[in-house]
T-cell receptor, first 109, second 113 residues
C-alpha cells in the first residue's frame, strides 16, 4: 500500500519526441506528488510537483498529468532533448515520502 | 547558494572500521534525511530527523546511526561497516511540512571491502 510503482525502467526517445513516464500508487492519503531528475554523479533535484486537487501542471517542456480516480500520475517531456537524458524518480508523500524505483531516460541525438 | 553539503564524496574502507559521513545544510530546514541508492532498488530511507534531537528510523536503519545536535548538521555513522553497506548515500533536507520538495546533497559513494 505504501509502494509507488514506476514504469518503464528505461526509455529511449528520439530527439524532439515526447517522453512519458508513468507512476501508480495505492495509498489515498498521499497528497503531494513530486518528480525528481538525477544526472550521473549528482543528487536528485526537484523537477516539478503536483497536488491532487489539480489534474495537470506544466512547467516549460515538463508536464505532470494526474488521474486521482485511477491513482496514477505521469511525467511528459515535450520536445525531448539530449540534455534531458537522466534518471527520473516519481514520488508520493503524506507523512513520509515514498519514491518510485526510477526510470533511466536516454534521448537519441 | 542554498545547498546540502556531504563529505566525503568517495570513501573506501575496510569491514569493521567506524566511519562518519557528514551532512550540512544552509537553508534552516527542519527536516533532514539519509537515503541509500542501489541499482534496481531506487532510493531507500535510512533515518530521518524532524528537528534537533528528534530522529527516527526509516526503511533500512540496520547498521546505521545518526544524530541531530544542531539544526544544520545530520551526520550518518556506520559503527562497524560491512560489505552490504557498499552503496551511494544521499543526505537531503526540506522545510517543515510534507508538501515541500527535498534538496539533496551530491552523494557519497561508499565501498566497504
Amino acid at each position: 500500500q505504501q509502494q509507488v510503482k514506476q514504469s518503464p525502467q528505461s526509455l529511449i526517445v528520439q530527439k524532439g519526441g515526447i517522453s512519458i513516464i508513468n507512476c501508480a500508487y495505492e495509498n489515498t492519503a498521499f497528497d503531494y506528488f513530486p518528480w525528481y531528475q538525477q544526472f550521473p554523479g549528482k543528487g536528485p533535484a526537484l523537477l516539478i510537483a503536483i497536488r491532487p486537487d489539480v489534474s495537470e501542471k506544466k512547467e516549460g517542456r515538463f508536464t505532470i498529468s494526474f488521474n486521482k480516480s485511477a491513482k496514477q500520475f505521469s511525467l511528459h517531456i515535450m520536445d525531448s532533448q539530449p540534455g534531458d537524458s537522466a534518471t527520473y524518480f516519481c514520488a508520493a508523500s503524506w507523512s513520509k515520502i515514498i519514491f518510485g524505483k526510477g526510470t533511466r531516460l536516454h534521448i537519441l541525438p | 547558494e542554498a545547498q546540502v553539503t556531504q563529505n566525503p564524496r568517495y570513501l573506501i574502507t575496510v569491514t569493521g572500521k567506524k566511519l562518519t559521513v557528514t551532512c550540512s545544510q544552509n537553508m534552516n530546514h527542519e527536516y533532514m534525511s539519509w537515503y541509500r541508492q542501489d541499482p534496481g532498488l531506487g532510493l531507500r530511507q535510512i533515518y530521518y530527523s524532524m528537528n534537533v534531537e528528534v530522529t527516527d528510523k526509516g526503511d533500512v536503519p540496520e547498521g546505521y546511526k545518526v544524530s541531530r545536535k544542531e539544526k544544520r548538521n545530520f551526520p550518518l555513522i556506520l559503527e562497524s561497516p560491512s560489505p552490504n553497506q557498499t552503496s551511494l548515500y544521499f543526505c537531503a533536507s526540506r522545510k517543515d511540512g510534507i508538501n515541500y520538495g527535498y534538496t539533496f546533497g551530491s552523494g557519497t559513494r561508499l565501498t566497504v571491502v
